[in-house]
């Protein structure tokens, strides 16, 4: 643990945020303390107490926000403080809603420091000082991302590890979820999946190399389903592809070869071309927007599965985690990149996931707020 | 995995009728010996092995029994006998058609097939399975599927190894869009990613030893489904078009869309995609077919170029080709390919991409038919004539063509008598390039080239009838001819990379190419028999002459003779015009058209200072031009340097090209000037003077394929000078050409044009005598 409860120099006013603004959604983390005394209670601004009670009590906000309730981290202590962690997330197409709702709740007033991680800290910096008069404390989204990371594990998930793998990863009638520890996490390559995808090797924590990245991600995923099926959510797009069969989209290897490819050692049901099918006018008549939703999230995700393989490889490094809010009710993806990380390799390689998939820029960003308050 | 049978299934029902102009597609059919055939998933390749019949022209001396005297044979008799043969050689046949035109291709086939010893045609492709039948029915060949992957590979390393500038990188906004490279004398190991309809990688370390590491599905197929899913355009091709249009700006989300700018810490641009299609999750808009064409186009192009890297990086490989139906010389994919590779590599990683990448199956399946031929024992020419070039069949770039000869591609490879080696002389085989300026590049001297042959083709036409006055038909050929290598120039003028690097070499070549198509072997036999036999008249008197001067007169009179000897050159147009109206026009006369000293480029001093030195082991001297060149200008200068102790080895052309003296024509010239000249007579018997081939017909050299005897010649002989001489030798080519020996280039300029541009007149010299930095280090 890099944080403890002593550490701070002095008391750090509330009320505490993290911030991470990706591409598609905004992940706010919001600390809220259990052990207000009477007093406090008594100076607490009313601002505060609003935003507080906004927060907490509500698990939705306007049309889109939601507060991932069964993700809060309960009795956590932070900074001498003890409370619970809220995880909230909104699209960020409301940012300017959201920083308008600021200056109405006029949050500047409250003299706190407000730590934003990912790319929309940039974007929307300016936004953040003419709208609503506060200043932005820009972080980088990969430090936050990791930090994040291992702040959470080592927390734990309310008495339960944070980090989980695939038993049986190749055979779906007995592939179980197994709760794990990332007690030695390093070397660990970080497949990082939101909108895009980066991939970074992890040695400590503070020695990280982003290797790659691919713009095959979550974004495409739910911009080509909104495309092809008409949906109109990340939720939807999932519900469908939840009930399709891509090998009616996909051509598989047995479809050009009868059988597996032995020459090559392809097996027949691997799939040989993705969409490969629709070429062929009966077959774009024949399938049905299920189909489609879950060809497009196999192909997404064999894709980042091979990517992250591949770098594994040439990192020469065994234990890859993937994280992000593609993989957010996402089971589909995260047994399929489970058994891709497992069958291609033959058993070298594992693949991790953490329950908190998309928060850990936002923790991070929090972290970062903390721990300058310890600097004197 | 490159194939998508379901996809075409549509298509096939539609019946088209054709028409095929037969005398330009299936060539030689009644002559063809085996077949192969590849069928993707909308093209088809068929390659066929013939022999051809032409003619050539062979010299023939007179029986030596009935040779007397010199002083005899020039009372009127010609010296050597000229004979047109008929001589059979080798041809492989390849030729692309769409898929729609595959029954229409099998009946024409059948009716043309006169050969029935063939029981078996060799197929490849996925289509191979679905029109076995069909294919059984009409040829009553026995299909034999070959796998796909091994045919590409073997089809592959075959066009490395035989085809100059079969590999180009492609730069869109370069000078000119393909940059060819010179074929490199160790092919492997390479990667060889394959774009079908998912992509398969596969590292190749030796003729037969492969291995697919890795491959991906999204491919080919994956931009033909997704592309029909979101724009309704049914067709590849109109997909790639839709796509080039587009801005793939409205529908991915950009760093820029994500960070309001760069994100400078990790050295991401504003500009990269962060999430392909990542707009399309959040605007409630329309997005246009093209914008989506285009940005599933990069995502696909972008992924592969990604794993293609990681694949190249992890086995260590720097050659990376790609081919495959999504590549298939479409501009926009080759651009958006490389343009991945050079991100993700750093520009380490170059995408190369083939000239003939289309036919590799073809070419494989048909290798492993034909394996107990020895192909691979051969080498093998393309030949300019019979093949289309690269992007003929584009519909966009060149409507004409299309028109022309329908979407029908061909290559034709010409079977070489020879095997062609490197000249162990060159300093760097690896970098070395023939031609001195690449017209590719060079648009103002191409204009000039093009005008200045397309200007030159009466004359050639002209004078390829009168080269077989005895035959009637010889003037409808020639026209024939001439239609022929007008389309070429023509081609050349919208695709001056059809055919690799567009050079005067190359245009010079493509005419021969043509003209022997026609069965013109060699338009200017009478005119060098003719030429010949007037220089040898006065090959004593000059001697004579030369014997007269003291040394270092002598020296340069030689030299002055051999540069004199080479205004003589039906190939210059300046030079074919004096010649024709002033058939008087002497030897003397072209010493006086000589430049005077100090030469455009003047070495000469330094070359007396050599030859004041020891005498060199062994020259090595690539001839040029018959009569005055060869028998006044080079054999005096030759007996010179035999005279000093240094043996020679003269090379010149195994089949005519031009007025350049053949290696048939100067082994009877070198019998009648030892005849009268007891000094190269005893040279001969001494082999101190021996006769090569370069297994060249070019006017031109190309010194990385040359006759492999002359290559151990030049080894076995310690040779230590190579003189290089002629325009089309020392000036379009070789020009700066690094040797590890000393080295002499020596030419006049007869060309107004290339002289200005060189800073000089016409028939200014150049006398370039180099020696290598390595040697000159030891004097």
């Known amino acids: 643990m890099f944080l403890n409860t002593t550490g701070c120099l002095w008391i750090l006013s509330f009320p505490w945020f993290g911030m991470d603004i990706g591409g598609t959604l905004v992940k706010l983390v919001y600390f809220e303390p259990k052990d207000i005394t009477a007093e406090e209670e008594q100076e607490e601004v009313e601002s505060l107490k609003s935003i507080r009670r906004y927060l907490t009590s509500n698990v939705a906000y306007g049309k889109t926000g939601v507060r991932d309730v069964h993700l809060e981290l309960r009795e956590l202590s932070m900074c001498g403080r003890t409370g619970t962690l809220h995880f909230i997330r909104f699209p960020t197409a409301a940012m300017h809603r959201f920083i308008q709702m600021g200056r109405d709740k006029n949050f500047s007033s409250l003299h706190t420091t407000l730590c934003a991680t990912g790319g929309g800290a940039y974007k929307f910096e300016s936004d953040f000082r003419t709208t609503a008069d506060l200043e932005l404390v820009k972080l980088d989204e990969l430090d936050c991302l990791i930090h994040g990371l291992l702040y959470v594990d080592s927390v734990g998930f309310n008495g339960h590890p944070e980090c989980y793998y695939f038993e049986n990863p190749s055979d779906t009638q007995a592939c179980v979820k197994q709760p794990c520890s990332l007690a030695h996490p390093f070397p660990m390559l970080l497949v990082n999946i939101g909108s895009g995808v980066s991939v970074l090797a992890v040695y400590s924590k503070d020695n990280y190399k982003r290797v790659t990245g691919t713009s095959l991600g979550g974004g495409t995923f739910l911009g080509l389903c909104c495309l092809l099926t008409g949906c109109e959510t990340f939720e939807e797009a999932l519900e469908m592809a939840s009930k399709g069969d891509s090998t009616k989209v996909d051509k598989l290897v047995r479809d050009i070869y009868g059988g597996d490819y032995q020459r090559f050692g392809l097996q027949g049901s691997a799939v040989a071309s993705s969409f490969g099918h629709m070429m062929s006018k009966e077959r774009r008549d024949s399938i049905s927007r299920e189909d489609l939703a879950r060809a497009t999230l196999v192909t997404i995700t064999n894709n980042i599965g091979s990517i992250a393989r591949m770098c594994a490889v040439n990192e020469k490094i065994e234990r890859v985690v993937f994280v992000g809010n593609f993989l957010r009710i996402n089971t589909v993806s995260t047994k399929l990149l489970a058994y891709a990380m497992d069958f291609w390799s033959k058993g070298q390689l594992r693949a991790l996931f953490l329950e908190h998939e998309g928060y850990f820029g936002a923790v991070g960003a929090l972290l970062e707020l903390l721990k300058a308050s310890e600097d004197p | ?612 030195g020891p005498p060199h082991k062994c020259a090595l001297f690539f001839v040029d031009n018959s009569g005055m060149d060869i028998i006044l200008g080079v054999f005096p200068f030759v007996r010179e340097l035999l005279s000093r102790g240094t043996e020679v080895v003269l090379a010149s052309n195994s089949g005519p090209a031009l007025n350049d003296v053949t290696n048939g024509e100067l082994q009877i010239l070198t019998e009648r000037i030892a005849a009268m000249d007891p000094a190269i007579q005893a040279s001969l018997s001494e082999d101190r003077l021996t006769l090569v081939q370069s297994g060249s017909s070019s006017p031109c050299l190309d010194l990385s394929r040359l006759d492999k005897v002359l290559a151990t010649v030049v080894r076995e002989r310690g040779t230590d000078l190579v003189v290089i001489e002629g325009m089309g030798r020392a000036i379009h080519t070789n020009y700066y050409a690094a040797l590890s020996c000393e080295s002499l280039k020596l030419a006049v300029i007869k060309n107004s044009w290339l002289a200005d541009r060189l800073g000089g007149k016409i028939f200014s010299v150049v006398f370039k005598y180099e020696v290598p930095s390595i040697i000159q280090g030891h004097h």
């Not at chain 2, 109109?238 to 869309?257: I, Y």
């Not at chain 2, 260590?316 to 958006?336: D, K």
């Not at chain 2, 204009?447 to 009168?466: H, P, Q, S």
């Open chain 2, 1 to 612: 995995m490159a194939t998508y049978v379901e996809a075409v299934r549509g298509s096939h029902s539609m019946d088209k009728s054709i028409t095929l102009p037969p005398d330009e597609i299936f060539r030689n059919l009644e002559n063809a010996k085996r077949f192969a055939i590849d069928i993707g998933g909308s093209l088809t390749k068929l390659a066929y092995y013939s022999t051809v019949q032409h003619k050539v022209a062979k010299v023939r001396s007179f029986d030596h029994a009935a040779k007397v005297s010199f002083q005899q044979e020039s009372d009127g008799e010609p010296l050597y006998e000229i004979s047109v043969q008929e001589e059979i050689t080798a041809r492989l046949h390849f030729i692309k058609f769409e898929n729609t035109y595959i029954e229409t291709c099998l009946d024409f086939i059948k009716d043309h097939l006169v050969n029935t010893e063939t029981k078996v045609i060799k197929a490849t492709g996925g289509g191979a399975y679905k029109f076995k039948d069909l294919i059984e029915k009409k040829l009553k060949l026995k299909v034999d599927k070959e796998d796909e992957m091994s045919c590409l590979i073997k089809g592959c390393n075959f066009v490395l190894k035989n085809i100059p500038h079969e590999v180009f990188v492609y730069a869109k906004h370069g000078d000119s869009e393909f940059r060819f490279q010179n074929t490199h004398p160790d092919i492997f190991p390479y990667l060889l990613v394959n774009i079908g309809s998912g992509v398969s990688i596969v590292k190749v370390e030796a003729e037969d030893r492969f291995e697919r590491i890795g491959g991906s599905s999204i491919g080919g197929g994956t931009f033909w489904g997704l592309g029909a899913l979101l724009t309704k355009t049914k067709r590849f091709d109109e997909l790639l078009q839709l796509a080039s249009r587009g801005q793939h700006t409205s529908v991915d989300m950009l760093v820029k869309d994500i960070y309001g700018g760069a994100y400078g810490c990790l050295g991401l641009t504003g500009d990269l995609i962060a999430s392909s299609f990542g707009k399309s999750a959040t605007a409630e808009k329309e997005f246009s077919k093209e914008d989506m064409a285009k940005s599933l186009l990069h995502m696909i192009s972008n992924d592969i170029g990604q794993l293609a890297c990681l694949y190249a990086r992890l086995h260590n490989l720097s050659r990376v080709y790609f081919g495959g139906f999504f590549i298939r010389g479409h501009p926009v994919t080759m651009h958006t390919i490389t343009y991945s590779i050079n991100y993700f590599t750093k520009g380490e990683v170059q995408a190369l991409f083939l000239r003939h990448e289309g036919y590799l199956g073809a070419i494989g399946a048909f290798l492993k038919g034909a394996e107990e031929d020895n192909p691979n024992q051969y080498c093998w020419g393309e030949n300019y004539a019979g093949s289309s070039g690269l992007l003929s069949v584009s519909p966009e770039l060149n409507p004409m063509q299309r028109e022309r000869s329908g979407t029908f591609d061909m290559l034709e490879m010409d079977r070489l008598e020879r095997q062609l080696v490197n000249l162990p002389l060159l300093q760097d085989s690896s970098s070395y390039i023939p031609d001195t300026v690449d017209l590719t590049e060079d648009t103002l001297a191409r204009e000039y080239w093009l005008c200045c042959f397309e200007e030159a083709l009466d004359g050639v036409v002209k004078r390829a009838i009168a080269s077989q006055k005895d035959q009637p038909e010889a003037a409808e050929r020639a026209e024939k001819f001439r239609q022929k290598y007008r389309d070429k120039l023509q081609t050349l003028r919208h695709q001056p990379f059809a055919y690799g690097s567009l050079t005067v070499r190359s245009l010079l070549d493509t005419r021969e190419h043509c003209l022997n198509e026609f069965n013109f072997p060699d338009p200017y036999s009478k005119i060098k028999q003719k030429e010949n036999d007037l220089a040898l008249k006065s090959y004593q008197r000059v001697l004579k002459t030369l014997e007269e001067l003291s040394w270092e007169q002598r020296q340069i009179a030689l030299v002055r003779g051999l540069l004199a000897g080479n205004v003589f050159d039906w190939g210059a147009k300046a030079v074919s015009d004096v010649l024709e109206s002033d058939p008087e026009f002497g030897f003397e006369k072209a010493k006086q058209q000589l430049q005077e000293r100090p030469w455009l480029v003047d070495t000469y001093n330094q070359w007396i200072e050599r030859l004041k």
